[in-house]
C-alpha cells in the first residue's frame, strides 16, 4: 500500500511520521527542536522540517505529504516573498492591547457573529494591528499575510509566487478575519487593521490539493540525504487542533482534552458556535465541520516550571504528587503563570493559595500544580458546554497525558471517565490522514484508522473531585477580584 507523511509544525518543534495510507500503521518518524521565543525566523521552521524529514528517511517513497501546524500566528511577506520580520507566534501576548481596542470599537457581539470568536491576543488579526501601529514600516511592506501552516506548505511547493498560498478553513477560523459559517475573508476588515490590502492564502476543501511539492525547496543539504523529492501531491494542512481531532477520530460528542505547550479542550461538532464571552473560539475542523474550542495559555510548561523548582523531572513530579492526598490539603495553584486566555488575562500572573505548615512539602505543591491544569480544563469544558456542547466522551492526549496522576485529576474533577490514548503525535498524525485522504476521490470520507490501544480512567470513589473544583473556584476568583481592583 502507498505511504503517507504527516508533518506538525509546533511551537516547540517539528515532528514527522511516515504511515501507511490505508491502515495507519507507523513506518518510521523524526523530529528536530525548534528555537524558543514567541517570536521565531520562519527559515528556523523550514530548517527543522528538512532535519526532521531526513530523519524520518526521506519523502522519496512517500505518496502524499501534508502540513499541520501551530495556528494563529503572523507571517508577513513583502511582494518579492520575503518574510518581513521574525514570525510572531499564537502566545506571543504583545498584541493584548490591540485586541482590547478591537473588541471596543465593533463590540464582542459583532466579533462571535461574524468571525465565530472574540479577538484575544493569540489571534493574527489583533498581531495585525499591534504591527501597523508599533513597527509601520513592516506593515508598509507587507504584501502578504499567512499562517505558519500555509507558510511551510507554499516552501514546500517552491512556487515562490504570493497567489500560489494556500490554507484550510480550520487556520483560517483562527485569523479573525474569517467568516466559518459562511467560508468568506472579510478584506475590508484586513484592510482597516493594516492599513493596506494584502493578499490571504486561498482556503482549500478539506481534501483539496494545493499542488505537489519541489524537491528543490528544501535546502541542499536535506535534498542529498533524501529529504526533498519533487511531485508528491500537497493535502491542504490544518491547524494543530484540528489535525489532532482528525488524528484521533473524533466526531460529534468527542471532546479532546490537550496538555502541550498550552492546554486545548475542542469538540467535533455539526453546527459552528458564537461566543460573546470570548471563552469559546468558534474554528471550523478539518472535515467540513466545526471545532469549538477553549484554550489555556498555561499547560504543560507549569508542571515542567514546578518540576525545576523542586529539583526533579516531570516524571519526578508525578511520582511526588501521588504521594499527596487528593485536594493537596487544601493547597491550591492558580496557574497563570504566563498570562492567561480562558479567562482572558494576558497579564495576570500565577499565586499559591492555602499554604500552611502541613502543605509546604514538595508532594503537596506537586499534586496542586497537577490539580491546577486539571481545574484548568474543567473550566473550559464549562465554557463549551455553556455554549451547547454536549459530551460523549472525554479524550486526553499532548505530551501532559503521560502523567498518570493528572490523568486520574482530571477524571476526577469532571466527574466522568477519561479515555487515554496510547501518546502520539496526533497532530502529526492527522496531517498524514489528511495526505491519505487526498489520494482517496473527492467523494471518500478520509480513511479509517482506528485507535489501537486505551486506557479508561474512572473516577476515584468519593466524588471529592468536586471539593477540589470549590477549592480551585475559591483562589480564583481572588486573582480575578485583584485584576479587576488594579
Known amino acids: 500500500m502507498p505511504l503517507v507523511a504527516g508533518i506538525d509544525s509546533s511551537t516547540q518543534s517539528c515532528k514527522v511520521v511516515v504511515r501507511d495510507a490505508a491502515s495507519g500503521d507507523l513506518v518510521r518518524s523524526g523530529r528536530a527542536a525548534h528555537p ?11 530548517r527543522a522540517l528538512g532535519e526532521a524529514v531526513a530523519q524520518a528517511g526521506g519523502l522519496d517513497d512517500v505518496a502524499a505529504v501534508s502540513v499541520a501546524g501551530q495556528q494563529h500566528g503572523m507571517v508577513a511577506l513583502d511582494e518579492a516573498g520575503q518574510v518581513v520580520r521574525p514570525a510572531l507566534l499564537w502566545n506571543d501576548t504583545r498584541s493584548a492591547p490591540q485586541a482590547e481596542r478591537l473588541v471596543e470599537e465593533r463590540g464582542a457581539a459583532w466579533w462571535a457573529t461574524t468571525t465565530g470568536s472574540v479577538p484575544v491576543a493569540s489571534y493574527t488579526v489583533t498581531k495585525l494591528a499591534w504591527l501597523r501601529e508599533q513597527e509601520p514600516q513592516h506593515a508598509d511592506r507587507t504584501a502578504a499575510v499567512t499562517l505558519p501552516h500555509d507558510w511551510l506548505t507554499w516552501r514546500l511547493r517552491g512556487t515562490g509566487r504570493l497567489a500560489g498560498l494556500t490554507t484550510d478553513r480550520s487556520d483560517a477560523s483562527g485569523t479573525g478575519y474569517w467568516d466559518p459559517a459562511a467560508g468568506r475573508y472579510l478584506p475590508d476588515l484586513v484592510r482597516e487593521v493594516l492599513g493596506r490590502d494584502v493578499v490571504l492564502p486561498r482556503v482549500l476543501g478539506p481534501a483539496d490539493s494545493p499542488g505537489t511539492t519541489t524537491g528543490r525547496s528544501l535546502d541542499a543539504g536535506a535534498a542529498a540525504r533524501g529529504a526533498g523529492a519533487d511531485g508528491i501531491p500537497l493535502g491542504p494542512g490544518a491547524g494543530d487542533n484540528a489535525a489532532a481531532a482528525l488524528g484521533l477520530g473524533a466526531g460529534p460528542g468527542d471532546v479532546v482534552l490537550s496538555v502541550g505547550t498550552s492546554g486545548v479542550v475542542s469538540a467535533v461538532t455539526d453546527r459552528g458556535t458564537a461566543d460573546v464571552s470570548g471563552l469559546v473560539s468558534g474554528f471550523a475542523d478539518a472535515t467540513g465541520r466545526f471545532l469549538p474550542l477553549a484554550c489555556t495559555l498555561n499547560g504543560a510548561r507549569v508542571l515542567d516550571a514546578t518540576a525545576r523548582l523542586l529539583g526533579t523531572d516531570v516524571s519526578g513530579l508525578d511520582t511526588l504528587a501521588a504521594q499527596a492526598p487528593l485536594g493537596a490539603g ?23 493559595h492555602g499554604l500552611t505548615l502541613g502543605t509546604t512539602t514538595p508532594a503537596h505543591l506537586a499534586r496542586a500544580a497537577v490539580e491546577s491544569i486539571a481545574c484548568l480544563l474543567a473550566d473550559a469544558v464549562d465554557a463549551l458546554e455553556a455554549e451547547g456542547v454536549r459530551a460523549r466522551r472525554f479524550l486526553l492526549v499532548g505530551g501532559a497525558a503521560r502523567s498518570l496522576t493528572l490523568r486520574q485529576a482530571l477524571a476526577d474533577v469532571l466527574g466522568t471517565p477519561v479515555l487515554v490514548p496510547t501518546p502520539d503525535e496526533y497532530v502529526a498524525n492527522g496531517a498524514a490522514r489528511q495526505a491519505a485522504w487526498v489520494l482517496a476521490t473527492s467523494q471518500a470520507p478520509p480513511p479509517d484508522w482506528p485507535l489501537h490501544e486505551t486506557v479508561l480512567v474512572e473516577p476515584g470513589p468519593g466524588g471529592d473531585g468536586a471539593q477540589v473544583r470549590e477549592r480551585y473556584a475559591e483562589a480564583r476568583t481572588h486573582v480575578l477580584e485583584r485584576r479587576q481592583g488594579s
Open 330 to 352: 487544601g493547597l491550591v495553584l492558580v496557574p497563570y503563570l504566563e498570562g492567561e486566555r480562558t479567562p482572558n488575562l494576558p497579564l495576570a500572573t500565577g499565586s499559591l
Open 36 to 46: 524558543d521565543g514567541t517570536e521565531v525566523d520562519p527559515e528556523a521552521w523550514w
